[in-house]
């Protein structure tokens, strides 16, 4: 069964409302306001830019994330889309890496982005490909505090980001 554009619109409008009706107004404002249902994430993510192509080869993502190891392990090219990630790291959860292109021809394949959960305060990243390192770097994140949904609305989320550009 489809849904109908007065059902559409229905849904639309309860969702600006989330499920607990209209919040409090923020100071300052004149009434009571609409909170939706958009989110946000903690966590800091790095965005992995190569200067060419990323070789084939096998990768090592090793990392020490506020003093605890975390190792990532893996080759390009990647595995078919359906064929599960090409990568596995030894701590579930603590790190996300991006995989890139696996519907494209494998010299077009990669690694996109490291998403790191909660909110660490020291990350040392060192790439290798084949045992030997390519790069090694410290962050140490700058965290911005964002509402989506504006002052006075839930989510409220920590956030930080940098670029990495590889050799």
């Not at 607990?20 to 009571?32: I, K, M």
């Not at 200067?51 to 090793?62: D, Q």
């Not at 494209?104 to 998403?115: N, R, T, V, Y």
């Not at 390519?134 to 964002?146: E, G, H, I, M, N």
């Amino acid at each position: 069964m489809r849904p109908t554009p007065a059902l559409l619109a229905a849904l639309v409008l309860a969702s600006l409302h989330c499920n607990r009706g209209a919040e409090p107004a923020a100071p300052g404002d004149d009434g009571p306001r609409a909170c939706t249902m958009i989110g946000c994430m903690d966590g800091f993510y790095v965005e992995l830019r190569p200067s060419s192509a990323w070789p084939a080869g096998e990768y090592s993502f090793a990392f020490v994330i506020d003093g605890a190891p975390v190792t990532c392990t893996g080759a390009l090219p990647l595995p078919a889309c359906d064929g599960g990630p090409a990568l596995t790291c030894d701590a579930a959860g603590a790190v996300q890496i991006g995989e890139s292109g696996c519907a494209l021809p494998p010299e077009s394949h990669g690694f996109s982005d490291i998403l790191f959960t909660g909110a660490p305060k020291t990350v040392e990243l060192t790439i290798s490909r084949g045992g030997a390192p390519l790069l090694a770097r410290t962050f140490t994140p700058t965290y911005v505090q964002s509402q989506p949904n504006g002052e006075g609305c839930p989510p409220v989320c920590k956030s930080a980001s940098a670029t990495l550009t590889l050799p």
